[in-house]
């Protein structure tokens, strides 16, 4: 009997089954990745333990997890727009990957991408590139008022979703947006220089200002 789910219709989009799996699995991997490095790897293992592994999972699963989860969804979103038939796949080693280096007390993240076909035009190329990094950052904007909310109530739990929601989005519409390799911002760059650099400059000064010098997203207790 076979254990891939279904496919199915979600908000207007068809999934198969194949893909729902991948990005479920994407999605977990991913959380765990990112639980383990906010506690500095395998000697911060302990201070998981001590929380109850559920909340600092699920801390990562809601920002980290959703950050790339929605980030590829936007890809696909644009992509059918414009006619492509697109899905995620799942990239097993770098997921592998990222979990073991964030065991080292650091993290490379590449979860799989969305592959698509059909013939684009240079615009709809930099559109569906585009989409994932402004996904990015309308949800650094979504998660701020977590931050800010969990300050004035005194949840140091609800403050640190917000604040690595933030942090984690903000970093990876600045880190997508570099014009190199297979990143979204070499497809951007080469459709179109001047929206390039009005979404890359101030994603960059975002993420050095925030996370590089401010040290947002880090500490708490997980």
């Known amino acids: 009997?076979?254990?891939?789910?279904?496919?199915?219709r979600i908000a207007g989009l068809y999934f198969s089954g194949t893909e729902l799996r991948d990005l479920l699995v994407a999605w977990l991997a991913l959380g765990v990745a990112f639980m383990f490095f906010f506690v500095g790897g395998s000697a911060g293992i302990g201070r998981i333990v001590d929380a109850g592994v559920v909340p600092p999972l699920a801390v990562a699963l809601?920002?980290?997890?959703?950050?790339?989860?929605?980030h590829e969804?936007?890809?696909?979103?644009?992509?059918?727009r414009y006619d492509q038939v697109a899905e995620f796949r799942a990239d097993t080693s770098m997921l592998f990957l990222a979990v073991m280096s964030s065991l080292l007390g650091f993290i490379?993240?590449?979860?799989?991408?969305v592959h698509h076909r059909g013939r684009l035009t240079p615009r709809e190329h930099g559109h569906i590139a585009l989409a994932g990094p402004v996904v990015n950052l309308v949800l650094a904007v979504v998660f701020l008022p977590a931050m800010v909310a969990g300050g004035l109530?005194?949840?140091?739990?609800?403050?640190l979703v917000g604040a690595r929601g933030v942090?984690?989005?903000v970093f990876l519409a600045a880190f997508n947006l570099i014009p190199y390799g297979p990143l979204d911002g070499k497809t951007v760059?080469?459709?179109s220089k001047p929206v390039w650099a009005v979404a890359f400059v101030p994603s960059v000064?975002?993420?050095?200002?925030?996370?590089?010098?401010?040290?947002?997203?880090?500490?708490?207790?997980f």
Not at 1 to 6: F, L
Not at 108 to 113: L, R
């Open 189 to 191: 760059m080469g459709w």
């Open 108 to 113: 490379f993240a590449a979860p799989g991408a």
């Open 73 to 80: 969804l936007a890809h696909k979103v644009v992509a059918v």
């Open 167 to 169: 942090a984690i989005n």
């Open 205 to 221: 000064l975002l993420a050095v200002g925030l996370v590089f010098v401010g040290g947002l997203g880090f500490g708490g207790p």
């Open 62 to 70: 809601s920002t980290a997890g959703v950050a790339f989860l929605l």
């Open 1 to 8: 009997m076979s254990t891939t789910p279904q496919g199915r």
């Open 153 to 159: 109530v005194g949840s140091p739990i609800l403050s």
